[in-house]
DNA sequence: TGCACTTACGTTACCGGTAAACCTAACTTG
DNA sequence: CAAGTTAGGTTTACCGGTAACGTAAGTGCA
């Protein structure tokens, strides 16, 4: 049939003459009438060539502008050695952020790749995204959180994949997991704010999708009050993103509710600095008339005017050991399955 | 000798019964009683099986739990069809992040994967970056900035991938350009100072390392002022990062060199906001005794108690238009070499 | 009845790099 | 001087999926 000449006579339209694609060693062979074989080991480094063929190959290698398709090397060795999934819920976190920043340096460092997902909070997002990186065969996955779907953790079980899960701890994790306790945060918190004197605490929260790590602060912080005989004495969850705004507004329902409070524990520093301007606008002296307190060490909170008392996650050394503890993994070394990091709790001016 | 003979040892050690990898097409044929390529044909879902066959196929498929190879078939390909290299300079910037944010959603969504580097400012590191990322043979590349090394040039060009240079507008692009004038930017702030009766501007600037792109809006604000007949009276460029507390400080300085400023443009708006803070520690009213204006549209900026007067970059929309122009370069759309997004000067209450 | 056409497959070759096995000539060494 | 060793290679097979092409059985129609 005449279209499917006209077809043909498309596809053949390549010149003859021309590059199809990226330089190959078979080019470089060709060329300096060598083995592919050989110019492979002369441009790995290995061993059993003299200098001068090897002085020709990588001439010829520069020469082409030769870059070695990852590609074939991660399919003739059955996987992407070199490739490394992260997976976080938000990009636009700034804790995220610094979370990925020391991933990056320690991957790239070791001689990984990232390839970056986001999973919106959403579990059947984070599943489709594994779906995809197990696709890719790659060294390592990194995920955030320690509670998944069914279809991602037989996923990655059966695939083989070490895998980091990071951020919030889990004793039983999938393959490793590093992070630290939340719960723990909050009871650290309570512990330093009883130890301050204060005796009448609320906790101001929001909740985004399923972040259910602030709850997991809440439990802490509630627990340890009650232990020491001062329990909770308000409790908010704002149905809202936790942003400034929500510290702000969410303050003001929480003191219409119960004026005499003497310290609120904020779900994060965001917040907390919201609720630092809506004390600043009501003319309450903050520690004085009430104390403020958030999490997660906010580079903005450390160098307010006054310096917010927070718990600091280390975020980008948390960071660097996920990526140490996976690679470990991948590399067959022995590796803790759980690696515990160290929050730390700043005494700043706000409480 | 009986060195050898251990290793032999050691890697015989597979059981043979065992599954070596994850199941391919090849174990789904020989379960099935079908060859390799009606299985692909089943799952990619072509045409030229039977009902009958598919069943048996996709049933095998599923218990087994069969994923692709990506890998094979980009290897196939000659190129990795669904793989999106993006650089950023920083990954703790929560502009960035809000970049990196619009790029994944519009790029998951139309079915590509991104890995994503980090240059840290630096075109050594981004053209190191370049070279691994185009040994993996993606689809495109979306690099930030407009300067690049002559090497991250020479192997984006040759190797004929489509390219978007985002952030900041350039009119020769190494294939697209996606982003906003920064001089532009600069020049609407002076003209909009202007006609709020400005007439002593004084320009509060950081540069970390490379970052050249404040300059262009200092310059673009300086030439507006000078064409208006009202110069700039001060600069100030610290040799500091752009930070809160560069704002607060370098304030301080530029006040005590030259008292009688009524307008400070900020590098970005976390500087103004510092800037803001100063003022409030000295008493100095704003807008009255002195207009505060920054750069870049921080969240924090536009629910700060009194709205900073800035200009928003429409950072999602722009990782969103970057990955949609990537796109349909790849498709072979056509498309325009230079995309200019708009940003936005926003009125606050701080001039 | 015979020939073209369709359906439902199967076969082969290939992508680029690498492991493993093999080869050959020169050089040792007992 | 034969046997062994080494340097410096080459050849072959393979990874898993896909394009291109081949083919046998059935189907429709003049």
């Given at each position: 049939m005449s279209s499917k000449k006209d077809i043909d006579n498309n596809f053949a339209a390549i010149e003859p003459g021309e590059r199809r694609g990226a330089p190959g060693l078979s080019d470089i062979a060709r060329l300096t009438g060598v083995s592919k074989m050989t110019v492979s080991r002369v441009l790995r480094g290995g061993t059993g060539f003299s200098e001068e063929t090897a002085q020709r190959v990588l001439s010829e290698a520069r020469r082409l502008g030769y870059v070695p398709s990852r590609l074939a090397s991660a399919f003739a060795a059955d996987r992407a050695s070199t490739l490394v999934g992260v997976c976080v819920p938000?990009?636009?976190?700034g804790l995220f952020g610094n979370v990925l920043d020391g991933l990056d340096r320690a991957l790239s460092r070791l001689g990984f790749q990232m390839m970056i997902g986001c999973s919106n909070h959403s579990q059947p997002e984070e599943e489709e995204w594994v779906r995809h990186i197990v696709s890719w065969r790659p060294a390592g996955v990194i995920l955030a959180g320690r509670s998944h779907s069914i279809g991602t953790v037989q996923m990655l079980s059966t695939s083989g994949i070490p895998v980091v899960e990071m951020w919030d701890l889990t004793t039983s994790p999938i393959d490793l997991s590093v992070g630290f306790s939340h719960y723990d945060c909050g009871v650290e918190m309570a512990r330093f704010a009883l130890q301050k004197g204060r005796r009448r605490a609320a906790y101001l929260g929001a909740h985004s999708r399923s972040d259910v790590m602030g709850q997991s602060r809440l439990e802490g912080f509630a627990a340890a009050l009650e232990e020491a005989g001062h329990p909770l004495v308000e409790t908010e969850i704002l149905e809202d993103a936790p942003s400034f705004y929500a510290g702000f507004y969410g303050l003001e329902i929480l003191l219409a509710r119960q004026p005499a409070l003497d310290l609120v524990y904020f779900h994060n520093d965001e917040m907390a600095i919201g609720g630092l301007a809506f004390c600043q606008s009501r003319g309450l002296r903050v520690p004085e008339d009430i104390g403020i307190v958030g999490w997660g060490g906010m580079e903005a909170a450390s160098i307010l005017p006054k310096r917010l008392t927070t718990t600091v996650v280390p975020t980008t050394g948390l960071g660097k050991q996920a990526a140490q503890a996976l690679v470990a993994r991948i590399r067959g070394e022995p590796t803790r399955r759980v690696i515990a990091v160290r929050t730390k709790l700043i005494e700043g001016e706000t409480i």
């Open positions: 938000r990009l636009t976190s």
